[in-house]
């Protein structure tokens, strides 16, 4: 038998599949049977060779109905207890963890540090955009090629692929109704698109790349962030442009909405941060607290009252929208911050990818030695609105890191995201993998003991073969 060697799409590792081989014979020609290929036997001068044991892998899934289950099992049974429980650090422990939101008031149980999956397309591009389908049944990737590709969001293997863009895809969002979905490119592009990934309508927004857009809290507006040093107001509906914001002095590299009010932020290549009013079109504040490129900046998805930004300057900062300051500066080890996300359920829990690939978890209510004040203190009323006090203030604390994953990727992350559940937390990188984390289990000690905690170099090995780097094996939350 020989061999042949293949790369697959949904997994991007390598697997072999075996090709018979003809072999003259006396008397004739060697006609193998189909029977006689599944053995795997060589007949070669009479001689016959045991049949070669491949290493199994496990396919990891992460599947989450068993705990929401039991979640609304005791809900119903105890619905006056608020307690999940106490979590052991012993296996047995498993069965009782439940969702993130029954942690209320323990975020620190939600960080996402277990590795679970690496997917990659066949033909590999870096991956610019990830984001998870309204109902978090898929993940729904963009890489430089301008292709969509859809994984399963609990298997994580592979769906389906399509070119949605001729050139690289630099933009996303889903609306608040889960009915559109927008993308934006390199080319200035904005195009429509339905749940099922039909295309309905194509707009030429700007004359250089989108670098970021976001709806309205009704859907009924949007607004796109470009390379041209503008942003611009459009009618969702009419696709119409309604206005036109300049003040930037240089490329506007991220925009987002407010959640619930009628409030623009963005952030540019000229260091600045900027809140708009959209029915004006005039400038807020200008928050001068960064000293590089703003990368990312979003405001907290639950509460809405704290606005996070992340900067080349190798700091991400917490400001406060009721005073117009900066509260709070999140810092690592010195790599410059190219995206963050909040978590979807816990308010003070926050993430942040850097350029070197590196994860790192935040936790805002935490105590932090020798701060000169609290991210409650700090955030009450009665702070001035000038735009002077938007530069480092003497009462805003540092932090460091509660958990992070040192080697998660091998170059910069470009977009992160957590399932709607908060469970598992996405990646996209420029080293063209899509990974999947997840809260590691109770008394699972091999969470940290992986090539992503440790270094590949480090790492003795693993039991299973799972991603290219063979770390990992598959995990199943109970």
Known sequence: MSYTRTEEASYGVSSYHKRPRNIPQQGGYNQRTQQSVQLNYDYEEGQSHQPQQRKVGHRRTVDY?????????????????????????????????????????????????????SSVNKVRH???????????????????????????????????????????????EWSHNDDWFLSGDQEGIVKYWQPNMNNVKVLAAHREAVRDLSFSPTDAKFVTASDDSTLKIWNFNEGQEERTLSGHGWDVKCVHWHPTKGVIVSGSKDNLVKLWD?????????????????????????????????ARDQTARIFDIRMMRDIAVLRGPSCDITTLTWHP??????????????????????YQAGAGASLSSAGGPGGSLSSQTASVAPT?????????????????????EFHPMGHILCTGSNDKFTRFWCRARPGDSAAFKDGYHLGHENHQGSTYAGDSHGYGGGHRES
């Open 126 to 172: 870096p991956v610019n955009l990830v984001r998870w389908t309204p109902e978090g049944r898929r993940l729904l990737g963009a890489s430089s090629s301008g292709e969509f590709t859809l994984w399963n969001g609990m298997s994580f293997n592979f769906e389906t692929i399509m070119q949605a863009h001729d050139q690289a895809i630099r933009a996303g």
């Open 278 to 310: 959209p029915r004006t079109g005039k400038c807020l504040t200008t928050l001068h607290g960064h000293k590089n490129t703003i990368t990312r900046a979003q405001f907290q998805p639950t509460r809405g009252d704290l606005l996070a930004t992340s």
């Open 396 to 416: 805003a604390q540092s932090f460091e890191p509660v958990q992070s994953v040192p080697y998660a990727h091998e170059s910069a992350i470009w977009s992160m």
């Open 65 to 117: 109905t068993g705990t929401v289950a039991r979640w609304r099992h005791k809900r119903v049974v105890c619905p006056y207890s608020k307690e999940p429980g106490v979590l052991r650090p012993r296996k047995d422990y498993i069965i009782d963890l439940f969702p993130p939101s029954a942690y209320c008031d323990n975020p620190i149980s939600s960080t996402t540090v277990k590795f679970v999956h």
């Open 345 to 366: 359920i816990h308010p003070s829990l926050l993430v942040t990818g850097d350029f070197n690939g590196a994860i790192h978890f935040y936790l805002l209510d935490t």
